[in-house]
């Protein structure tokens, strides 16, 4: 064999930027949570209504984000209507783009059938959060159940599909081998669960709730889904480990070839472990020792929000610099602009913003499982500031923010 | 790991859990990502080009001449020559190869499929060209095409890549590229013409000619005459251009290692 160098070859610049890894990460989170919050809403399991409470909260705040990020993406984005105008059904990016505003639609009105009974008991306080609570109501008609069941059900549905073509979209390109594999669509759903479960363990503390069955419903979800995304990565690595070309064989160039993939695997092989022995841990303390430990679950819901934010970092940005038909990894290195940490940062302060909106004027604490006015309690002068129905599961008396 | 045991793990592992996901996986690729039927162009003919790697002395006049012709941004490129420094491990004797790329017009083009709005689109002549007024910039086309043919050009923020000077083909002229070969490296013509110059050479090499990355079933139309098929895929050589930057982290140049 002889040796070879290549000479010259041009700069080959990455094509998606950060804020798709925003949208891959965001959506996820959105289908996760809407997950999350279907038993109590959907199937009526009342033991899970403070997890679907936080659940809707993160999934409508990132059902509104997650479109921003991706049409930023479009190098054209004032043409998004020729997504419309030109639609078609042999691109997954089409189809997805037929999806996405449905499932923003049904996301929406999800939200706004299991939170309408308290914004309605919500009517006569006083001030801008009545005012928002009168107009946001939309009258004083009962709401019925069997309507956000229809519409929570519908939704649910739309997020398959919204599972399906992020991983389609993506897996098919077979220009990308480490992209190309059956096995991406599943591990993007784990990743998803396990951010999801994380943010939830996040706004369980920051929301002040610090509810005990929340925390522990969170860690089955997040011990789950670790258990499914390590049998996907082992399935892939088996299924593709005596292939001569393809994902698997890709990845293994890739870590033999640098220097930066190595330490990519050892990060992401090491932070999935320890996540996964944390779980573990927590999930298998005696109950006593249970409210001390649960306070700190917020510091293991950051480490699943990163597992699930590198991986898609990992997965849509590093990919990219792996070299196709040249040699060796292209540079990238993230510019400062909206193309890189200020997009970065903005989506994640647009996400904060669409939170602090909802915590301001909607009392989502009181959200129940559809229902009328009368089933709502009525709220204090400071409802939204108030977490009535947890005050039992609370550790330190759900001291108050903001 | 002998290869017995290693095919032993890959189906158990395909018996495992794959088993319920693949057969989903096949459903989704039959019924999405089919190509979409050609449109414009004349259906009488199929332009294809053959590159005589024997006549390229890596000059860059193509790469130059397309620039010109087609004023690409600095720095992207529809037509490039990759030059590698090949060293004989016994010998030691060195020796340079030079590899033409450009947009291979195949005849499963990954790259069309893809495009949410039908911007990029295969003409009934093989040319794959992209609308630039109807491309949305989502760069998808980009990311599947396996050749690099592809970037969005900083300009129009749109999609850009080789279009064969479709222009300057139906005005009856030669591609840029072409033109300039100072080797006569380049021929492009209609394959679908018996006596055109492109059809008599495929004809007479037909069993020497490759085209790049085969296993990806793309089907390329720019067929390698002369080549090595170590080039074939990507090659196992070292990438020897390392940025120079100041201190100021603004990049000064090149160097190489060696």
Redesign the interface.
């Known amino acids: ?13 990455i ?2 930027y950060p804020w798709a890894v925003q949208y891959f990460f965001l959506i996820a989170l959105s289908y996760a949570t809407l997950w999350l919050a279907a038993p109590a809403l959907v199937f009526g399991k009342p033991t899970w209504l403070p997890t679907a409470r936080l659940a809707l909260l993160a999934c409508l705040s990132t059902t509104l984000v997650a479109p921003v990020a991706l049409l930023a ?4 984005p004032l ?2 209507w ?2 419309y ?11 997805g ?1 037929l999806i996405l505003p449905l499932y923003v639609v049904g996301v929406v009105v999800t939200a706004w059938l299991a939170w309408r009974p308290a914004l309605q008991a919500n009517r006569q306080a006083p001030g801008f959060a009545g005012l928002i609570a009168r107009w946001l109501s939309l009258g004083d008609s009962p709401t019925p159940r069997a309507l956000l069941v229809l519409v929570g059900l519908g939704t649910l549905v739309l997020s398959t599909g919204i599972m ?1 073509y992020t991983g ?2 993506v ?6 081998p480490l992209w190309h594999t ?2 991406l ?2 591990m993007f759903v784990a990743t998803g669960f396990i951010a999801a479960a994380g943010l939830l363990m996040v706004l369980n503390r920051v929301s002040g709730l610090h509810n005990l069955s929340v925390t522990r419903q969170m860690l089955k979800v997040m011990l789950g889904a670790c258990l499914v995304a390590g ?2 990565a ?10 001569h ?1 393809g994902s698997v064989v890709a990845a293994m160039e890739s870590v033999r070839g640098s220097a930066e993939w190595r330490s990519t695997a050892l990060w992401g092989g090491l932070t999935g472990v320890a996540l996964l022995g944390a779980v573990l841990y927590l999930l298998t303390r005696p109950a006593a020792h249970r409210p001390a430990l649960y306070a700190w679950t917020w510091v293991v819901g950051l480490v699943a929000l990163h597992v699930g934010w590198m991986f898609r970092w990992v997965v849509l940005m590093d990919v ?1 610099t792996v ?7 292209h ?1 990238y290195g993230i510019p400062a602009g909206s193309s890189g940490i200020l997009g970065i940062v903005g989506t994640f302060g647009l996400w904060l913003t669409a939170i602090l909106l909802v915590e301001l004027f909607v009392p989502w604490r009181q959200a129940r499982q559809g229902g009328s006015v009368a089933e709502a309690s009525p709220a204090p002068p400071a409802a939204t500031h108030t977490a009535v129905e947890n005050t039992a599961n609370n550790i330190e008396g759900a001291p108050r923010h903001g | ?1 002998d ?1 017995i045991r ?2 032993l ?2 189906q ?3 018996l ?3 088993a319920a ?2 057969p989903l ?1 096949s459903v ?2 039959a ?6 039927p050609r449109r414009e162009g004349d259906s009488s003919k199929r332009y294809g080009m053959l590159i005589d790697l024997r006549q390229c002395i890596g000059c860059q006049a193509c790469t130059v001449s397309c620039h010109i012709e087609n004023a690409a941004p600095l ?3 529809r037509t ?10 016994e010998t030691g004797e060195m020796a ?2 030079m590899l033409p ?1 450009l947009c291979n017009h195949c005849e499963d083009p ?1 790259c069309v ?7 990029t689109f295969q003409r009934q002549d093989g040319i794959v060209v992209v609308d630039s007024d ?7 086309c ?7 043919a592809r ?2 050009n900083e300009r129009t ?2 999609a850009d890549k080789c279009t064969f000077c479709a222009h300057r083909l139906e005005a009856g002229l030669l591609p840029a590229c072409v033109e300039s070969c100072v080797g006569g490296a380049r021929i492009i013509g209609d394959m679908r013409d018996p006596s055109s110059q492109i059809s008599r050479m495929i004809d007479e090499h037909r069993d020497a000619l490759m085209v ?2 085969p ?2 079933n793309t089907l390329p139309q720019v067929f390698y005459l002369g080549m090595d098929e ?1 080039f074939v ?9 390392l ?1 120079v930057l100041d201190p100021n982290g603004k990049e000064m140049g090149y160097e190489f290692c ?1």
């Open positions: 064999m002889n040796s070879a160098i290549e000479l010259l070859a041009p700069r080959y610049d094509a998606w993406d479009l190098h054209q043409r998004f020729h997504f105008a030109y639609s078609n059904t042999h691109s997954w990016m089409s189809v783009s399906l389609a979209e897996a098919i390109v077979k220009a990308r059956g096995w669509p599943p049998l996907v082992i399935s892939w690595f088996l299924d593709g480990i005596n292939a070309v990219q070299a196709r038909h040249s040699a060796g990894f540079h | 790991m290869s290693r095919t793990l890959g158990l592992a395909r495992s859990a794959g996901l693949i996986a989704a690729r019924a999405i990502n089919r190509q979409p720095g992207s490129f490039t020559v990759s030059q590698y420094e090949v060293e004989h491990e340079t190869f790329r990954p499929p893809v495009c949410p709005v039908e911007a109807r491309c949305v910039g989502c760069a998808y980009v990311n599947a095409c396996p050749y690099d970037f969005i923020q749109t790049l990355q296993e990806k170590r895929t990507r090659p196992l050589a070292e990438p020897v251009a940025e060696h």
